[in-house]
């Protein structure tokens, strides 16, 4: 039984936030995860990712462009963060 919210096709929306702004082009790069530039400098690149095998290629992108995780977090559908899951 999953614990994460889906959207019903199985995939799970993220939000990942990086240190640094990246520009728009990555979001192609980031499996077409949108990607906006917050106030403190940091990146958030945000979507439906449709498994963990996914997600954690989506990681290794992060990982081998050099850039700083500083979070990970599920979210529902609308893109509210899922807490207390």
Do not use: N
């Not at 799970?12 to 106030?39: N, P, Q």
């Not at 990681?59 to 599920?74: F, H, N, P, Q, Y």
């Amino acid at each position: 039984m999953s614990t994460h919210p889906t959207s019903g096709t199985g995939t799970t929306g993220y939000r990942i936030v990086v240190d640094g702004h990246l520009e728009d082009h990555w979001s192609a790069w980031f499996g077409d995860l949108a990607v906006t530039r917050d106030r403190d400098g940091t990146t958030s690149l945000s979507g439906l990712v449709p498994d963990q095998a996914a997600l954690h290629g989506l990681l290794g992108k992060v990982r081998d462009l050099g850039l700083t995780l500083i979070s990970v977090e599920a979210m529902d559908p609308s893109g509210t963060p899922a807490r207390g899951q």
